[in-house]
């Protein structure tokens, strides 16, 4: 036994299975080109810079030489830290941004 929308007919049920099924091309075309593309982020105004990819694959880490402080090398560390964790987030935001322009909004489960 079928569910029936009521008031809705084969055609407009076709129409909206098109308009996901283009939805999900457009989603997984925007989520592989996101994969791609390089994402940076800075801490401690710029002495320690790291660029990850969009599948969070860290790609490189530079350290400006007056950020090497031996005797403070706690505060190196909480630099590359802070850096990635800021890049991590800028790829969230921007893989939710993205796709919320092409979802309208939906909050879709499972789909990214």
Do not use: C, S, W, Y
């Given at each position: 036994m079928k569910a029936r929308i009521p008031g809705a007919n084969n055609q407009s049920q076709a129409q909206m299975l098109k308009q996901v099924q283009k939805m999900q091309e457009d989603m997984q075309n925007l989520q592989a080109e996101i994969e791609e593309r390089d994402f940076t982020a800075t801490a401690g105004n710029g002495?320690?810079?790291?660029?990850?990819?969009?599948?969070?694959?860290?790609?490189?880490?530079?350290?400006?030489?007056?950020?090497?402080?031996?005797?403070?090398?706690?505060?190196?560390?909480?630099?590359?830290?802070?850096?990635?964790?800021?890049?991590?987030?800028?790829?969230?935001?921007?893989?939710?941004?993205e796709m919320g322009a092409i979802t309208g909004g939906l909050n879709i489960p499972g789909l990214f």
């Open positions: 002495l320690v810079e790291v660029t990850m990819n969009g599948r969070h694959e860290l790609k490189k880490i530079t350290i400006d030489p007056e950020a090497v402080d031996p005797d403070d090398i706690e505060m190196l560390e909480d630099f590359i830290t802070i850096a990635i964790n800021e890049v991590v987030k800028n790829i969230a935001e921007t893989q939710e941004t």
